[in-house]
Nanobody
Framework: QVQPVESGGGLVQAGGSLRLSCASS????????MGWFRQAPGKERERVAA????????YYADSVKGRFTISRDNAKKSVYLQMNSLEPEDTAVYYC??????????????WGQGTQVTVSS
C-alpha cells in the first residue's frame, strides 16, 4: 500500500496555530475518506478528524471540535488539518490515513511516519 507523507508539525506555544498536510500518491485518493489521528507518549492512537471523499461531511473528536478544521484537495491528493488555539494536551505525533467514514472512521490505509506536534505551556 502507498504510504502517506505527513508534514507541517513543529513546536508552538499554547494558543498558537499549525497547519498539517498529508500528501498521498495513491491513484484512488479521491475515492477515499481520509482521517487524522494522533498518538501521545504512553497513549493509544486516537482519531482526531475525518472527511468524506467529496468533503460533504466531516467529523471531529470532542477534544478538538471548534479548534481544528480538516479539509482536502483531491487534485493535489492532499488532506490538511488546520489547528488553532493549540493546547499542551494536543502534543502528539499526528498521522493521516484513509478511513471507513461510516464504520467509526476506522483506518483502512497505510500509516506514514507522522509529524510531531509539540505545544508548550
Amino acid at each position: 500500500q502507498v504510504q502517506p507523507v505527513e508534514s507541517g508539525g513543529g513546536l508552538v506555544q499554547a494558543g498558537g496555530s499549525l497547519r498539517l498536510s498529508c500528501a498521498s500518491s495513491a491513484r484512488a485518493f479521491s475515492l477515499y475518506a481520509m482521517g487524522w489521528f494522533r498518538q501521545a507518549p504512553g497513549k493509544e492512537r486516537e482519531r482526531v478528524a475525518a472527511i468524506t471523499s467529496t468533503s460533504d461531511n466531516t467529523y471531529y473528536a470532542d477534544s478538538v471540535k471548534g479548534r481544528f478544521t480538516i479539509s482536502r484537495d483531491n487534485a493535489k491528493k492532499s488532506v490538511y488539518l488546520q489547528m488553532n488555539s493549540l493546547e499542551p494536551e494536543d502534543t502528539a505525533v499526528y498521522y493521516c490515513s484513509a478511513v471507513d467514514y461510516y464504520r467509526d472512521y476506522r483506518p483502512v490505509g497505510s500509516w506514514g511516519q507522522g509529524t510531531q506536534v509539540t505545544v508548550s505551556s
